[in-house]
């Protein structure tokens, strides 16, 4: 019986540190930590990619918003807002307050850190789309979705 609850409070609390590194590996870093692998793609979506400046876009709003309607915005205007390791505010992660490479590809930190391709989304569908632009926001905003739209 002793030996019983050894093991278990071992095997939670190991577990609590296995959960805890898994979630730990996987980071936000920003849209220009992956410029020095995908140089051409960066610039393409610096240049032609109006989500590259889409924190521009409810800044420009925030006087005309309440605190919960800016906040809102973030959740398809910023870098993995809501989620571990992801946009907090403009001083905390300015690296994540644009909608960067990382909204469609996910989490770039284990990517970046042995280029191995298969640590990132690759293959980009009309479904990882649909987060932000579904039909709601489509006619809320009248805009249509773009699969490849100034991206790369």
């Given at each position: 019986?002793?030996?019983h ?10 577990l ?5 590194t ?23 979506y ?50 994540l ?9 996910g ?30 926001r489509?006619?809320?905003f009248?805009?249509?979705?773009l ?6």
């Amino acid at each position: 019986m002793k030996y019983h609850i050894i093991f278990t409070v071992f095997f939670l609390f190991w577990l609590g540190l296995a959960g805890q590194t898994l979630a730990e590996e996987k980071k936000y870093v920003g849209a220009k930590a992956c410029m020095a692998c995908h140089e051409k793609e960066y610039s393409n979506y610096m240049n032609f990619a109006k989500k590259a400046r889409s924190f521009e876009s409810i800044k420009k709003m925030e006087a005309k918003l309440t605190p919960e309607e800016y906040r809102g915005c973030f959740e398809c205007h910023t870098t993995g807002y809501g989620k571990p390791g992801g946009f907090e505010s403009e001083e905390k992660t300015p690296d994540l307050k644009d909608a960067g490479c990382e909204v469609c590809h996910g989490p770039g930190s284990l990517h970046i850190d042995g280029g191995d391709p298969e640590k990132i989304i690759r293959d980009i569908t009309m479904e990882n789309c649909n987060t932000c632009h579904n039909k709601d926001r489509i006619e809320a905003f009248d805009f249509k979705p773009l699969l490849f739209g100034g991206a790369h």
